[in-house]
Structure formats: C-alpha cells, structure tokens
C-alpha cells in the first residue's frame, strides 16, 4: 500500500542551525501539507503547497521557514535559523484532490533544538 | 474560520464497555469532518471521514459517527472497547469552499482502556 515516507526520523539541532525535513509523498497526489505538533498539544496546519506554489500557510509559517519540491517526487520543509520554539514533531501529509478526499500522514520527525 | 472542541482531554473506559469521544466543531461555510488516530510515536491514520453523504458514517476498527448539523457535532462511538483501542484521538475539519482543504485539529483526547 502507498505510503508517505519521512526522513529523517529524529532530528537534533543547535539553536539557529538551518534544517531540512523531507517527505516523499503518495506519488499521484496533488496537495501536500506540513502541520506540527508540539509536545502535548494539538496538531497545527503550517502550509499547504499546490501546483508547485505554496496555496496557504499559517501565521506560523513565517520567514524563517519555506518549503519546495524540487524534484517532482521529494517535498520539503526547510527552517533557515531554528529556534528552541521550534521544537516539535513534524507531519508531511499528502491528498490526491479535492472533495474531502483523505490526507496520508507520514509518520513525522520529531525535531529537537537545543 | 474553522475550529473544534474535543470535550474531554482524557477518557477511560473499561474493556468491553461503549466508547463515545466528543466533537464539536464551527465552521462558517458546510464542512468535513475527520476522526484520526495516532498510536504512540506513530503518525494520523484516519478513522473515518464525513463529506455530505451518509450523515452516520462507519470507519476502521468498528467506529462510527454521526454529523449532526443541528448541534454541530461529530462524536466518535464503538460499541464495545478494545485494548487495542488505546490511542490519541483527534476530531477534524476542512472547509468544503477552499480548494487545499487543510484540516483545523481538536486538541485530541486520550483513550485508555481499563482491563
């Protein structure tokens, strides 16, 4: 069965450090999304990505954070200068098209910034 | 905007017994709804999903919900617990007006089966 794959699984970062997350998505979807979760608390949308543009992000996603597809297959999150706030666990979730059609979770990295 | 209440941050429930984990949810335009799970360090499987059909939905695992439009609610239920049952659940929602649909979390309830 498709899957969303994540890597890596656990990341360990000094503060202001740049990192970069990576998903693979189901290969025939169309909408991608990264949301995050930190520790206790709910999940939280970060950005939704479309047609190789971003189509909405948060008030979380700001400038210190982008995300790209480069390659038609890999989708990633990058975070220029980390902060300790930052320090979460990470889902790429990906859906084939619209209509309420389900999003595939990945299984997450769990981001730590020291 | 969206939003959604999960009342409850912790149920339990013994072995055997009827599950039922609340949802209330405010949308402005008609929405989706969502029950996902997440098991310890793992990702969201989806339970089950609403999209203006059926007003009772089934899902995975012998779950069930009902969209009720008049109370704008979505509460999970299983009719008899299983340990295996024991997880985070979190009831969602997506607005059916936007094109990239993203899902707006409930702060997640945590089910624990007593034996």
């Known amino acids: 069965e498709p899957e969303v794959t994540q890597t890596p699984s656990h990341q360990v970062t000094q503060m202001g450090q740049e990192v970069i997350l990576r998903c693979v998505p189901i290969?025939?979807?169309?909408?991608f999304y990264w949301y995050r979760q930190i520790l206790g608390q709910k999940v939280e949308f970060l950005v939704s990505?479309?047609?190789?543009?971003?189509?909405?992000k948060s008030e979380i996603f700001d400038d210190q954070f982008s995300v790209e597809r480069p390659d038609g297959s890999n989708f990633t999150l990058k975070i220029r200068s980390t902060k300790l706030e930052d320090s979460a666990m990470y889902f790429c979730?990906?859906?084939?098209?619209?209509?309420?059609?389900?999003?595939?979770f990945g299984p997450g990295t769990r981001l730590t910034v020291l | 905007a969206q939003s959604v209440t999960q009342l409850g941050s912790h149920v339990s429930v013994s072995e055997g017994a009827l599950v039922l984990l609340r949802c209330n949810y405010s949308s402005s335009v008609p929405p989706y709804l969502f029950w996902y799970v997440q098991y310890p360090n793992q990702g969201l499987q989806l339970l089950l999903k609403y999209t203006s059909a059926a007003t009772l939905v089934k899902g995975i695992n012998g779950f069930e919900a009902e969209f009720k439009k008049s109370e704008t609610s979505f509460h999970l239920t299983k009719p008899s617990a299983h340990m295996s049952d024991a997880a985070e659940y979190f009831c969602?929602?997506?607005?059916?007006?936007?094109?990239?649909?993203?899902?707006?979390f409930g702060t997640g309830t945590r089910l624990t089966i007593i034996p």
């Open positions: 969602a929602v997506s607005d059916q007006d936007f094109g990239n649909e993203k899902l707006t």
């Open positions: 979730a990906s859906r084939l098209e619209r209509g309420g059609n389900e999003q595939f």
């Open positions: 990505f479309y047609n190789n543009e971003i189509s909405e």
């Open positions: 290969s025939n979807h169309l909408y």
